[in-house]
C-alpha cells in the first residue's frame, strides 16, 4: 500500500501499476515488476516456500530500487533480489532482516546500529539520534517500521522517507503519519536511497528496535473538541487525552468571542486543565447574568493559548504561543426588550429599554407602534434608524405637526425583528405589545395643506379640514414659492378665509412674476385664529409641501443688439430672464461664415441676467460668425428654473445686424507641385469673389542665377470654395523649383454678402514641375544680333552671331545645339552653316555674356546678302541647358541689313 508524504507530495510503496520511489534525492515512478508466472505443478508447490521472499523483495525495491550492487548482468535487478532474499530466509533471517536491501556477500560501507528518538515536533515528526551517521552531504534514506502496540501485538508496515543533513550529524528527520505509531515496541530497518555508487554510497542497518527516551516529550495538541459556554464561563475542550493525575498542569488561555453584539475577550492566566470524559479540558472564567451576554463564537473567532505545561511521571506536553481559530453555529441569542418609555425630539422618536441592547451591526429590528396621528388611531411599522446603548430611534421624517404620532394612554409598541451584532443574532424576549404613554398631547386646529390653485392672478390654499369660525384673524402665511425662476420666500397677505380655503391676490404682479408652486414649495401657517375668545393656534407650525401642476410662465425674449468677444457671443434680450436651473433653450442664428449665409442651431452655454450667451468654440479667422444687414436670430424651447417652465413670448426670427463685420482670411495657400502649367495657388475661402488682378514680387528658377524679385500680375477669382491665384505676367510658366523661389502676397480685400474679409498676405513658397524657360526670349534679356561684315564692304555672311549680356551666370551649359539652318541670299540660295556653337564669358558671375554663332563658308561665292536676304531657324535643337533648367533660344529678327541690334 503507497504512503503518502504530505510535506514533499508523491508516493512511496506500490499503487496501481506503478510504484513511488526517491533516488538521489528525485521523487521518481516507474513501473511495478512482477516476474514471469509460470502455473506448472512444480511452481504451485514451490510457491508457498517463496511467498515470504517475493513480499520482502517487493519491500526492498521500494527501498532502494537503484542500489547498484543489485546490477549483476546474469541477472535481472527482479530476480536477483528474490536470490537474496530466499538466501536470507535459508539462512534463519526473520522479519525486518528478510528485506534483500543488498546482497548476502555484501557489507554496507556505513551500518547503522542503534536508533533512537531524539524528539518530536507536533503530531507528526520525529527526530532519531543515530550513531555513526556524520556524512559531510545531505542524504535520504528510506526506513521501513515494523508497528507494534504496546502490548507487543504486530500491527503491520510503514515505509518513511528520513533526510539527513550534513549541518546536523548524527540525527535524521522523520515525518510519519502519527507519532503515537512510533514506541520502544517498534522495530526499523534503514538503508539510504540515493546511492550514485553502493558500494562505497550506502548506508544501512539490520533490524534495530527503536529506542525511546524515558518520558514522551512532544507538543500539547491544542487543536479543539468541543467548546462549552454557561453563564460561568467557557469550557474549552482539546482533542489531547487526560494522561492522568499531572505533576505540573497550568495554562494561559485567551478567549476572542462576541458577547452582547461586541467583540469582546476572557483571559485565564493561571488556569489548571481538567478530566472531562476522557479529555483534557480548561473553563475560561466569563461571568454572564442571562442569555443575552452568552459568549457566541461567529467566523473570526478564536483562542490564543500563551502557554500550556502538562506534565507526569512519563509525559511532558508543551505549547505556547498557538492560536487556534473557532466558530460553531450556536449564533442565537434573546435581548431584554422591555420598554421604559418613549419620548421625542422634532420628528424624532426615542424608545428607551430597561436594560442595554446589543451592538448592532446589522438591524433587522421592526417597532410596531399604535399611536395618535392627526387626531386618529394608527398602526403602523417602522424602522429604527438608530440602537445605542438601551435607546432604539426612528425617524417620522417629513411629517408636519398634525401627522407627528403622539402617545396617549392606550398606545403600544411591539418589538420584532432581529439584531446582528458581529454575526450574532439577536431576538427580542417580550413579542407582544408593551403599553406606552407620555405627556406630548397637546393639539389645536388641523392646519394640513390639500392643495394650492390659481385663477388668474388669485390663489387658493386649500386645507384637508374646515377651518374655525373667524372673529379675530392674526394668522401669517409664508410662501416658498418659484418666482422670475428663483425660489422665494414671502410672507403675502390674506384676503379672505372661507371654510377650508384662504385666498390671496397678486393683482400688482405681471403674469411672469406671479408665484409657481414646483416640488420642493411650502406655505408656512403661522399666528392663531381667535373666535368668540378661543385661540386656535396652527397644528402646523412647520412649513408644509406643497405643489400644483400649474408650472407654465411666459418669458419676454425681445432681442435688441448681439455683441462678440473673441468667439464668444452676447445676445442681449433687454429684460431679465427666468433663473435657469435646467436649458432647454435652442438658438437657431441666420449669419455670415466664411463669406457665406449660414443657418445653424448653437448651443447655449450661459443664460445670465438678461443675456444669452453662446460659443463659437474653436473657429477663427473667417469662420466667426458675422451678423450684417439680414441676419436673424430664432429663440425656441424653454428655460426650466427650480422646476417652472418659461416660453418665449417670441418665437419668430428676429432681425438683428452689428458693426462687427471685419474678418480675416487665414493665410494657407496650397498647389500642385507636379504642375506644368502658368503658377497657380489657393487659399481656402468660402465666399465668391469675382475676378481681379493683383501685383505681387516673384522670384523664381529659369533666369540662369538671377534671383531678384519679379513684379508680375496675377490674376485671382474665388468660386465658393478657394480663392485661386494665377500668374498671368511674362513669368507665368518658369520653373519655382529652387529653394528661395517664392511669391509675395499683398494684403488684398474682399466682400461678401456684407462682411469685408481680409487677406492679410505673406509668402507663398510654391514649387511645380516647370523644367523649361523662356528667359532669353524676354525683353529684359539686352540681346545683340550682327552679321560678320566690314562696313561699307559688300554685304557677306561669314557668321551669325547673337550675344546675352545682363546675365548672371556661375555654371557650365550644356549645349547640343542647330540654330540655323540656313541663310537665304539675293539670289535665293540657302547659305548652310558648316559649324553651330554657344560659349559663354562669366569671368564676373554677375556681368556674364552668352554668345551663339553660325559659322559660313567664308569663300563661297553664294554669301553675298542683302537686307532682305532671310535667316531660317531651326525647329529643334533650339535649346541650350543650365543647371537642370532648358533656355530656349530667340528666332528673331529674320531679316539681315547691315548690324542689327535689338
Known amino acids: 500500500m503507497a504512503i503518502q508524504n504530505f510535506l514533499s507530495g508523491g508516493y512511496y510503496g506500490k499503487l496501481g501499476a506503478t510504484v513511488g520511489q526517491r533516488w538521489k534525492n528525485k521523487r521518481t515512478i516507474r513501473t511495478y515488476v512482477i516476474p514471469a508466472n509460470p502455473r506448472t505443478e512444480v511452481q504451485q508447490a514451490n510457491r508457498g516456500k517463496f511467498a515470504n521472499a517475493v513480499v520482502f523483495a517487493q519491500m526492498g525495491l521500494q527501498m532502494n530500487y537503484y542500489a547498484t550492487v543489485f546490477e549483476d548482468p546474469n541477472f535481472t535487478r527482479w530476480n536477483y533480489r528474490m536470490k537474496v532474499a530466499r538466501e536470507l530466509k535459508d539462512r534463519g533471517m526473520l522479519d525486518l532482516d528478510l528485506i534483500p536491501l543488498y546482497p548476502t556477500s555484501f557489507v554496507p560501507p556505513t551500518l547503522i546500529q542503534n536508533i533512537k528518538v531524539s524528539g518530536v515536533q507536533g503530531t507528526k515528526h520525529i527526530t532519531f539520534t543515530v550513531e555513526g551517521l556524520t556524512s559531510n552531504v545531505d542524504r535520504v534514506l528510506s526506513l521501513m517500521f515494523a508497528i507494534y502496540d504496546e502490548n507487543d501485538t504486530f500491527l503491520g508496515y510503514k515505509l518513511y522517507l528520513g533526510y539527513y543533513y550534513a549541518s546536523n550529524p548524527g540525527f535524521l528527520e522523520v515525518d510519519v503519519d502519527d507519532i503515537s505509531e512510533i514506541n520502544k515496541h517498534c522495530y526499523v530497518r534503514a538503508v539510504s536511497n540515493d546511492d550514485v555508487d553502493s558500494a562505497t554510497d550506502m548506508i544501512a542497518s539490520p533490524r534495530l528496535q527503536v529506542q525511546t527516551t524515558e518520558i514522551e516529550i512532544r507538543d500539547f495538541n491544542t487543536s479543539i473538541k468541543e467548546v462549552q459556554k454557561s453563564l460561568a464561563g467557557i469550557t474549552v475542550i482539546f482533542n489531547e487525552m487526560w494522561k492522568g493525575d499531572p505533576i505540573t498542569n497550568n495554562i494561559a488561555i485567551m478567549a476572542n468571542f462576541v458577547s452582547n453584539g461586541k467583540e469582546t475577550n476572557a483571559y485565564g492566566a493561571k488556569l489548571s486543565l481538567e478530566n472531562n470524559?476522557?479529555?483534557?479540558?480548561?473553563?475560561?472564567?466569563?461571568?454572564?447574568?442571562?442569555?443575552?451576554?452568552?459568549?457566541?463564537?461567529?467566523?473570526?473567532?478564536?483562542?490564543?493559548?500563551?502557554?500550556?505545561?502538562?506534565?507526569?511521571?512519563?509525559?511532558?506536553?508543551?505549547?505556547?504561543?498557538?492560536?487556534?481559530?473557532?466558530?460553531?453555529?450556536?449564533?442565537?441569542?434573546?435581548?431584554?426588550?422591555?420598554?421604559?418609555?418613549?419620548?421625542?425630539?422634532?420628528?424624532?422618536?426615542?424608545?428607551?429599554?430597561?436594560?442595554?441592547?446589543?451592538?448592532?451591526?446589522?438591524?433587522?429590528?421592526?417597532?410596531?407602534?399604535?399611536?395618535?396621528?392627526?387626531?386618529?388611531?394608527?398602526?403602523?411599522?417602522?424602522?429604527?434608524?438608530?440602537?445605542?446603548?438601551?435607546?432604539?430611534?426612528?425617524?417620522?421624517?417629513?411629517?408636519?405637526?398634525?401627522?407627528?404620532?403622539?402617545?396617549?394612554?392606550?398606545?403600544?409598541?411591539?418589538?420584532?425583528?432581529?439584531?446582528?451584532?458581529?454575526?450574532?443574532?439577536?431576538?427580542?424576549?417580550?413579542?407582544?405589545?408593551?403599553?406606552?404613554?407620555?405627556?406630548?398631547?397637546?393639539?389645536?386646529?388641523?392646519?394640513?395643506?390639500?392643495?394650492?390653485?390659481?385663477?388668474?392672478?388669485?390663489?387658493?390654499?386649500?386645507?384637508?379640514?374646515?377651518?374655525?369660525?373667524?372673529?379675530?384673524?392674526?394668522?401669517?402665511?409664508?410662501?416658498?414659492?418659484?418666482?422670475?425662476?428663483?425660489?422665494?420666500?414671502?410672507?403675502?397677505?390674506?384676503?379672505?378665509?372661507?371654510?377650508?380655503?384662504?385666498?390671496?391676490?397678486?393683482?400688482?404682479?405681471?403674469?411672469?412674476?406671479?408665484?409657481?408652486?414646483?416640488?420642493?414649495?411650502?406655505?408656512?401657517?403661522?399666528?392663531?385664529?381667535?373666535?368668540?375668545?378661543?385661540?386656535?393656534?396652527?397644528?402646523?407650525?412647520?412649513?408644509?409641501?406643497?405643489?400644483?401642476?400649474?408650472?407654465?410662465?411666459?418669458?419676454?425674449?425681445?432681442?435688441?443688439?448681439?455683441?462678440?468677444?473673441?468667439?464668444?457671443?452676447?445676445?442681449?434680450?433687454?429684460?431679465?430672464?427666468?433663473?435657469?436651473?435646467?436649458?432647454?433653450?435652442?438658438?437657431?442664428?441666420?449669419?455670415?461664415?466664411?463669406?457665406?449665409?449660414?443657418?445653424?442651431?448653437?448651443?447655449?452655454?450661459?443664460?445670465?441676467?438678461?443675456?444669452?450667451?453662446?460659443?463659437?468654440?474653436?473657429?477663427?479667422?473667417?469662420?466667426?460668425?458675422?451678423?450684417?444687414?439680414?441676419?436673424?436670430?430664432?429663440?425656441?424651447?424653454?428655460?426650466?428654473?427650480?422646476?417652472?417652465?418659461?416660453?418665449?413670448?417670441?418665437?419668430?426670427?428676429?432681425?438683428?445686424?452689428?458693426?462687427?463685420?471685419?474678418?480675416?482670411?487665414?493665410?494657407?495657400?496650397?498647389?500642385?507641385?507636379?504642375?506644368?502649367?502658368a503658377i497657380s495657388f489657393t487659399i481656402p475661402f468660402g465666399g465668391t469673389v469675382k475676378s481681379a488682378n493683383s501685383n505681387m514680387a516673384m522670384i523664381c528658377s529659369g533666369r540662369f542665377d538671377k534671383r531678384d524679385a519679379i513684379t508680375q500680375a496675377f490674376s485671382y477669382v474665388g468660386n465658393g470654395s478657394n480663392l485661386t491665384f494665377t500668374c498671368i505676367g511674362d513669368f507665368k510658366n518658369y520653373p519655382m523649383s529652387t529653394n528661395g523661389d517664392k511669391i509675395t502676397i499683398p494684403q488684398l480685400q474682399f466682400t461678401c454678402n456684407g462682411v469685408t474679409y481680409k487677406l492679410t498676405g505673406g509668402v507663398v513658397n510654391l514649387r511645380n514641375a516647370i523644367k523649361t524657360s523662356n528667359w532669353l526670349s524676354n525683353s529684359l534679356v539686352s540681346k545683340r544680333f550682327t552679321k560678320d561684315t566690314i562696313s561699307g564692304s559688300p554685304l557677306k555672311v561669314t557668321r551669325l552671331n547673337i550675344s546675352f549680356t545682363g546675365l548672371v551666370m556661375d555654371g557650365d551649359l550644356v549645349t547640343s545645339i542647330n540654330w540655323v539652318t540656313s541663310v537665304t541670299n539675293v539670289n535665293s540660295v540657302n547659305l548652310k552653316p558648316y559649324d553651330q556653337s554657344v560659349s559663354n564669358d562669366n569671368a564676373n558671375p554677375n556681368n556674364a555674356e552668352l554668345y551663339v554663332n553660325a559659322e559660313f563658308d567664308e569663300g563661297d561665292s553664294n554669301n553675298a546678302v542683302s537686307a532682305n536676304s532671310v535667316v531660317n531657324y531651326a525647329t529643334s535643337n533650339n535649346t541650350i541647358a543650365y543647371k537642370g533648367i532648358t533656355y530656349s533660344l530667340p528666332t528673331a529678327p529674320a531679316r539681315l541689313s547691315g548690324y542689327i541690334t535689338t
Open 277 to 677: 470524559n476522557g479529555y483534557c479540558s480548561v473553563t475560561i472564567p466569563f461571568i454572564v447574568t442571562d442569555n443575552q451576554h452568552l459568549p457566541a463564537f461567529p467566523e473570526g473567532s478564536n483562542f490564543i493559548i500563551e502557554k500550556v505545561a502538562y506534565e507526569g511521571s512519563t509525559w511532558k506536553y508543551t505549547k505556547e504561543n498557538d492560536t487556534v481559530a473557532y466558530n460553531d453555529t450556536d449564533l442565537s441569542r434573546d435581548f431584554v426588550s422591555t420598554i421604559s418609555s418613549v419620548s421625542r425630539y422634532g420628528t424624532a422618536f426615542t424608545v428607551t429599554f430597561d436594560e442595554t441592547l446589543p451592538i448592532v451591526t446589522t438591524n433587522t429590528l421592526k417597532l410596531a407602534i399604535r399611536a395618535v396621528k392627526n387626531g386618529e388611531w394608527v398602526e403602523e411599522e417602522v424602522t429604527p434608524t438608530s440602537i445605542s446603548l438601551n435607546e432604539v430611534t426612528f425617524e417620522q421624517s417629513g411629517a408636519d405637526n398634525g401627522n407627528i404620532y403622539a402617545f396617549p394612554e392606550g398606545s403600544t409598541i411591539k418589538v420584532t425583528g432581529t439584531i446582528i451584532g458581529n454575526g450574532v443574532t439577536y431576538s427580542p424576549n417580550t413579542t407582544t405589545a408593551q403599553s406606552v404613554s407620555n405627556n406630548d398631547v397637546a393639539r389645536t386646529f388641523k392646519s394640513n395643506i390639500s392643495s394650492i390653485s390659481r385663477n388668474n392672478k388669485v390663489y387658493s390654499i386649500v386645507f384637508d379640514e374646515k377651518l374655525p369660525t373667524v372673529g379675530t384673524n392674526n394668522l401669517k402665511v409664508t410662501v416658498y414659492a418659484v418666482k422670475r425662476g428663483e425660489w422665494v420666500t414671502e410672507e403675502i397677505t390674506i384676503s379672505e378665509i372661507s371654510n377650508n380655503v384662504i385666498k390671496f391676490d397678486l393683482e400688482s404682479y405681471s403674469l411672469r412674476d406671479c408665484y409657481a408652486f414646483p416640488e420642493g414649495s411650502t406655505i408656512k401657517i403661522e399666528g392663531t385664529i381667535t373666535n368668540n375668545g378661543v385661540t386656535y393656534t396652527s397644528s402646523l407650525q412647520l412649513a408644509q409641501k406643497i405643489s400644483n401642476d400649474d408650472l407654465e410662465r411666459p418669458f419676454y425674449c425681445n432681442i435688441s443688439s448681439i455683441s462678440r468677444s473673441g468667439t464668444t457671443f452676447s445676445i442681449n434680450v433687454g429684460t431679465l430672464l427666468p433663473y435657469v436651473t435646467t436649458n432647454n433653450l435652442t438658438i437657431t442664428i441666420k449669419a455670415v461664415k466664411n463669406g457665406i449665409w449660414v443657418t445653424e442651431n448653437v448651443t447655449i452655454t450661459r443664460v445670465s441676467d438678461n443675456i444669452i450667451t453662446f460659443e463659437q468654440s474653436g473657429a477663427a479667422n473667417q469662420n466667426i460668425y458675422a451678423f450684417p444687414e439680414g441676419s436673424t436670430i430664432t429663440i425656441s424651447g424653454t428655460i426650466i428654473g427650480n422646476g417652472v417652465t418659461y416660453l418665449p413670448n417670441v418665437t419668430t426670427a428676429q432681425s438683428v445686424s452689428n458693426t462687427d463685420l471685419s474678418r480675416n482670411i487665414a493665410f494657407s495657400p496650397s498647389w500642385d507641385a507636379k504642375s506644368t502649367s
